[in-house]
C-alpha cells in the first residue's frame, strides 16, 4: 500500500506562481511512475503531467505545457508539480497519483493505483 500526501496548494493571483510537493510513504517509489490530476468544482478530473520512474520521460497536458514542470526525487520519495504563469482556469484540487506502469502520452484516472486527498489550489484574477 502506498500513501501519497500532497501539500503546497493556496490562493495566488494570476500570473502567480505555486510548487507542489507529493510525499509517498514507500520505499519502493522509485518503481511507480507518477502523476498529477486535478478537478475543478463541476467538472471530471483530468491529466496535468506524468513522469517516468527515473524521470526521463515527462508528458503533459495542453493546457499547461510550457508553464508547469514535473519532476521527482526518489531519494526523498516525493514528486513536484511547479506551476508557473498561473491562471484562474488553473483553479482545482489538485491530486498526485502513482502508476505502476509507464502509459506514454495516454493518462487517465483508471490508470492510477494510489491516490493522494487533494491540495487547493485557487488562481484570483
Known amino acids: 500500500q502506498v500513501q501519497l500526501v500532497e501539500s503546497g496548494g493556496g490562493l495566488v493571483q494570476a500570473g502567480g506562481s505555486l510548487k507542489l510537493s507529493c510525499a509517498a510513504s514507500t520505499g519502493t517509489f522509485a518503481n511507480y511512475a507518477m502523476a498529477w490530476f486535478r478537478q475543478a468544482p463541476g467538472k471530471e478530473r483530468e491529466f496535468v503531467a506524468a513522469?517516468?520512474?527515473?524521470?526521463?520521460?515527462?508528458v503533459y497536458a495542453d493546457s499547461v505545457k510550457g508553464r508547469f514542470t514535473i519532476s521527482r526525487d526518489n531519494a526523498k520519495s516525493t514528486a513536484y508539480l511547479q506551476m508557473n504563469s498561473l491562471k484562474p482556469e488553473d483553479t482545482a484540487v489538485y491530486y498526485c497519483a502513482a502508476a505502476s506502469f509507464w502509459y506514454g502520452s495516454r493518462w487517465n484516472v483508471n490508470a492510477m493505483d494510489y491516490w493522494g486527498k487533494g491540495t487547493l489550489v485557487t488562481v484570483s484574477s
Open positions: 513522469i517516468s520512474t527515473r524521470g526521463r520521460s515527462v
